[in-house]
Each structure stands twice: as structure tokens, then as C-alpha cells.
């Protein structure tokens, strides 16, 4: 067999790639979407099914990021500057909260990437550069707050913007006020959470006052 390298192949390679990367982007953009319509109407044992769908979206959404991370490999380029779409590391131990704003991120724009912990945010980080990490604070390993201040103390992470997203939070905490940009309590509205995230993806210290 013909093992030479051959330029013609390698192109042929990198559109096949590519198509598959749309493929699996509007794969899970489908399934997304069909997931967020039908869990506003869901009850009984429809409930089940939904579960089963929201496994299918998360299952896409790794099939689009092993295809990106193929793609970029061919090309030498990190995965995560592939899609074109800011990057919003999401941090939280609770695996539906990760989930559920996962999905929306991705619906409404963003490239989500995902850690359970202040110790994976912080390799995530290191790795993908990300836009705006949203962090909860409670959480085992490392907590939210401890990961923060170390992301604002490494000179690739300490442009980042940080913004914490936690049920446990009192308006009288200055110690988040002082490492976060934004802290919004759970749970937010989708319209208030996605306008904040926006903003600070733009480059936006905190968010606009309404």
C-alpha cells in the first residue's frame, strides 16, 4: 500500500474534517434546541425521555469537540481557537447546573467547556484560554474563590474575566467583590445571566446597570 505523503490527500483530508465538524455542530445545535423546547412542556414519564435527550446533547456536544480537537490537529492550530465563538469555561461540581449552562452557552453563541472543580478550571484555563470563566464557589478540591485569585495571579490567565455564579452568596462579601468582575447569585434569569456574560466577553469589567 502507498504510504507516500501526498498534498491532493491531505487537502481532501482537511475538507472531510471540516465537513465533519459542521456535521456535528448542527448535530448538536438539534438536538439542543429539541432538548430546551420539549423540557418546558415536560411531565410523567416524559421526564425520562428528556433525561435521555439531554444525554444525547452532552454526548454531541463531546462529538463536536473531538472533531474540532481532529481538525485543529491536522491544521497545528489549539482546538480552541477553531470555532470562532468566545470561550466560556463553566465551573461547577453540581453536573446538571454544568450541564444545563453548557447548553444555553453553546445555544446562545459561546463555546462552552466545562470543569467540576477550582483544580480542573485551573488546567482548563491553562489550556484553552477562555474569555470569561463562570465559577461557582462551593465546590470540593478547590473552592471557586481559591481558584480565582490563582487565575488572576498567573500572567496567562490574569486578563480572564471571572465572574461567580453561586447560591451561596451574601451582598455583603467583599472578599468575591474583590477577585470577581461580576457575582450573580443562582438562580439568575437566562436574559439577566447571558447579558452579563456577553458584556464581559466583550471585554466588560462588570455589567451594565438597567
Known sequence: MDQSFRSSRFDKLLVECGRLVA????????????????EGGAHGDQHELLTRVQRL??????????????????I????????????????????DSLETVALFLELSGFHAITAA????????????????????????V????????????????????????TANWSTDDSALKEVFA????????????????RHLAAGGDAAPVS
Open 23 to 38: 456535521d456535528a455542530g448542527d448535530h448538536e445545535r438539534a438536538l439542543t434546541e429539541f432538548a430546551v423546547r420539549f
Open 57 to 74: 446533547c452532552a454526548a454531541a456536544r463531546l462529538q463536536r469537540r473531538r472533531a474540532e480537537a481532529l481538525h485543529a490537529g491536522l
Open 76 to 95: 497545528g492550530e489549539p482546538a480552541s481557537t477553531q470555532s470562532g465563538r468566545p470561550i466560556v469555561l463553566v465551573v461547577d461540581d453540581s453536573k
Open 117 to 140: 472543580n477550582g483544580l480542573e478550571a485551573l488546567i482548563a484555563a491553562h489550556y484553552a484560554r477562555p474569555d470569561v470563566a463562570v465559577l461557582d464557589v462551593a465546590m470540593p
Open 142 to 165: 478547590m473552592n471557586g474563590l481559591e481558584a480565582a485569585r490563582l487565575l488572576k495571579a498567573s500572567p496567562v490567565t490574569r486578563n480572564m474575566k471571572l465572574m461567580a455564579y
Open 182 to 197: 461580576e457575582v450573580m447569585a443562582k438562580p439568575a434569569s437566562a436574559d439577566e445571566f447571558l447579558t452579563t456574560v
